[in-house]
C-alpha cells in the first residue's frame, strides 16, 4: 500500500531559475563552505548544491516540471536535511548491527514498483519529494534500514509505539554525533531529528512502504 511520509503561466526553465536557491561557499566562520558538520565531518554547500541541481534537472525533464518546481521551492533546505538524516541513520543501523543487501534493495524496489504502475512511476512519485532518479535505491536502502534498526528495537514501525522507539533512537544518535548546521539553513533539532521547519524524512511522504 502507499501511505504518506516524512512535502504557473511561466515556462519550466524560468521556474528552474527561480526556484533553485543560490547556494555559495561561504559558510560558517568555524567550518567555512560547509552547510553542516556531522560527527566531525562536513557536508559541502557544494555537495548540496550538486544534489538539489541533479533533482532540479529531472523535475524540468518532466510534464510537470514547472508545477514539481514550484512545489519543491525549499528543496535545498529539505535535502539538505535528507543529506543530515542520511548519516544519521547509517551511524543508528552500524550501531545496530544492520546491513541491507543489494539483493533487498532490488527486491522491495521490485515490489513498489508493481505497486505504482511501474518504474517510471515510482520514479515520478518520488521525484514529488523532491527524490532524483539515481537516488531512488538509496531511499529504498534507507528504508530497509529504518526497518532493521526498528526490528532490533524489538518494535514494529508500522505501529505508533514502534514508531516512538525508533524515533528515541534516532534522536539518541544525533545527540551523539554533535551535528552543526550553518545558520543560513537553520538549526538541526536532534530531538525530532529533523532540520528547522523542513519535513521529517523518516516518516512517508508519498513513498511506497513495503509492511513486512
Do not use: Y
Request: proline content about 3%; aromatic content about 4%; overall charge positive.
Amino acid at each position: 500500500m502507499f501511505r504518506r511520509r516524512t512535502a504557473l503561466s511561466v515556462s519550466v526553465t524560468a521556474a528552474l531559475l527561480a526556484a533553485t536557491p543560490l547556494l555559495t561557499a561561504c559558510g560558517s566562520g568555524a567550518h567555512p563552505g560547509a552547510a553542516a558538520v556531522v560527527d566531525g565531518k562536513r557536508i559541502t554547500v557544494a555537495q548540496l548544491q550538486a544534489k538539489v541541481k541533479d533533482v532540479r534537472a529531472a523535475q524540468a525533464e518532466s510534464p510537470q516540471g514547472t508545477q514539481l518546481i514550484m512545489n519543491t521551492g525549499r528543496l535545498s533546505l529539505a535535502t539538505l536535511n535528507g543529506m543530515i538524516f542520511d548519516r544519521v541513520l547509517a551511524r543508528s543501523a552500524e550501531d545496530a548491527g544492520v546491513t541491507v543487501t543489494r539483493r533487498a534493495v532490488q527486491k522491495w524496489r521490485d515490489q513498489a514498483e508493481a505497486q505504482a504502475g511501474g518504474a517510471e512511476r515510482l520514479k515520478a512519485m518520488w521525484l514529488q519529494q523532491g527524490i532524483a532518479p539515481d537516488e531512488v535505491d538509496a531511499m529504498v536502502r534507507n528504508q530497509l534500514l529504518l526497518d532493521g534498526v526498528a526490528k532490533h528495537l524489538g518494535a514494529d514501525r508500522g505501529k505508533p509505539a514502534g514508531q516512538r522507539a525508533l524515533a528515541r533512537e534516532l534522536a539518541r544518535t544525533s545527540r551523539s554525533m554533535g551535528i552543526d548546521v550553518n545558520p543560513r539553513f537553520g538549526k538541526w533539532d536532534d530531538q525530532q531529528v529533523i532540520l528547522g521547519e523542513t519535513k521529517d524524512p523518516w516518516i512517508t511522504t508519498g513513498q511506497a512502504k513495503q509492511q513486512t
